[in-house]
């Protein structure tokens, strides 16, 4: 008797779509690290970001899921096969700068300079246009609105680096928390994918991933995104680090409160991650945006964007290189 394979459909929640976002960096590159880890030193310490991003992608392929993949230039130069891999698997390839610095702690040329060359680096080595920019720690604020020019001169049609909250790093409060096209300083515009907050009692809540989602109880998340989703009728935008799934990564001596940040429930990430995952429809950032409409360009422009229909059973394994 032959033995016919049936493959069970993964059940997709229902309601707008979603973005599923990673900031592929690695532990010592976090801003609440940074003032115990020098910059020089970061070649010499024990790298795990590509474990970590592996384990990511096996979870998202365990539920069919393609998301947007914001990698840090550096990462990139230092793991390309990483970044092939993550293209391979169907998912979006974005730009998360090149360095990690504050864009508001950079002049504009010298945020020019780095961004071209991480978006060089990336392209490079996937093989198409990068379309999305995610800034280091959302430093996209009122005081470096510039960057929105730079990126619309270097060829990105979308940014999601405006958190809009009060926060002691980020933040612009009162801004669009719903995707929308954000006038830059020149007049020009680009669609921006804000993070996401919910309301709770009058107060804005960060529940779109992060420390957040780590921090915060499981039912507040749930209960925050089933607001945005439900009652506001507009799709969040998620995000995790890789990182974040690493309980036995290196513990780095910092003061309590980036330790009560960047160490809380390291080990209760993964079985969160499984649970957002499987209680909201998620796709990449280029997708959700395009549902919203937000992505309409002339079709020339059009042909040259990455389609992300590449089946997640033809990902080829990771090689060296
Ligand atoms: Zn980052």
Redesign the pocket.
């Known amino acids: 008797m032959t033995q016919t394979q049936i493959t069970t459909p993964v059940a997709r929640p229902s309601g707008p779509l979603n973005a599923f976002t990673v900031?592929v960096?690695d532990y010592y590159?976090v801003a609440a690290l940074s003032s115990a880890i020098p910059r020089e030193t970061w070649s010499g310490r024990e790298s795990r970001v590509e474990a970590n991003t592996e384990r990511l992608l096996e979870i998202l392929g365990e539920r069919d899921i393609r998301a947007t993949f914001f990698v840090?230039g550096w990462v990139a130069e230092h793991t390309p096969a990483l970044v092939r891999r993550i293209a391979a698997a169907g998912h979006e390839v974005a730009c998360?700068g090149y360095s990690?610095k504050l864009v508001y702690t950079q002049t504009p040329a010298e945020f020019r300079a780095e961004t071209v060359r991480a978006k060089s680096c990336l392209e490079d080595t996937i093989g198409h246009s990068v379309l999305g920019y995610r800034a280091?720690?959302f430093s996209v604020t009122r005081q470096s609105l510039w960057a929105l020019d730079v990126l619309i001169d270097l060829g990105f049609r979308y940014d999601s680096s405006i958190f809009p909250i009060h926060h002691d790093l980020y933040g612009i409060p009162g801004s669009t928390p719903e995707p929308h096209r954000v006038a830059a300083p020149s007049g020009r515009t680009l669609a921006e994918f804000p993070m996401s907050a919910a309301s709770f009692l009058g107060l804005q809540v960060p529940v779109s991933g992060g420390g957040y989602f780590r921090i915060l109880p499981y039912w507040l998340t749930r209960a925050g995104l089933k607001q945005i989703n439900e009652q506001r009728q507009r799709p969040f935008a998620f995000y995790l680090h890789p990182w974040e799934l690493d309980p036995g990564q290196p513990r780095i001596k910092v003061g309590a409160f980036s330790r009560f940040r960047h160490y809380t429930n390291l080990s209760r990430c993964e079985a969160r991650l499984r649970r957002v995952l499987g209680e909201f429809a998620f796709g990449s950032m280029q997708e959700a945006l395009q549902h919203r409409g937000l992505l309409v360009e002339s079709q020339d422009a059009m042909r040259q964007w990455p389609r992300l229909q590449a089946p997640l059973a033809h990902a080829q394994p990771l090689s060296a290189g």
């Open positions: 900031d960096e590159h840090l998360h990690h280091a720690s």
